[in-house]
């Protein structure tokens, strides 16, 4: 992750769900290996929307929060405002 976009990605998040909800330091993971590729070519920030659960989404028993749907499109129209308004 790039600071500058990590900065902005945390500050719609807090937002959206309240900065005690955002977790800023989570340790790293394997788990966008393939979108640290895209990050090598523009910078940008990998976020995780926390969904809960005890398994990952590639296990056989994984079964989608349909609640947080609404709070992870309020945090994708802010992040796209705020980018839009910041190009202006």
Same mark, same amino acid.
């Given at each position: %992750?790039?600071?500058? &976009?990590?900065?902005? #990605? ?7 769900? *309240? #900065?005690? %909800?955002?977790?800023?330091? #989570?340790?790293?993971?394997? *788990?966008? &290996? ?5 990050? !090598? ?11 809960? *659960? $005890? ?9 989608? !929060?349909?609640?947080? $749907?609404?709070?992870?499109? $309020? ?9 839009? %308004?910041?190009? %202006?």
């Amino acid at each position: %992750n790039h600071k500058e &976009e990590t900065d902005l #990605a945390a500050l719609v998040a807090a937002e959206v769900v *309240g #900065a005690s %909800n955002v977790l800023r330091d #989570a340790p790293p993971t394997m *788990g966008g &290996e393939d979108f640290s590729y895209m990050l !090598n070519e523009r910078p940008g920030c990998y976020i995780w929307l926390g969904a809960g *659960g $005890s398994c990952m989404v590639h296990d056989p028993k994984y079964d989608f !929060n349909d609640s947080i $749907s609404p709070i992870g499109a $309020s945090w994708f129209v802010k992040m796209t405002e705020r980018c839009l %308004n910041n190009a %202006n």
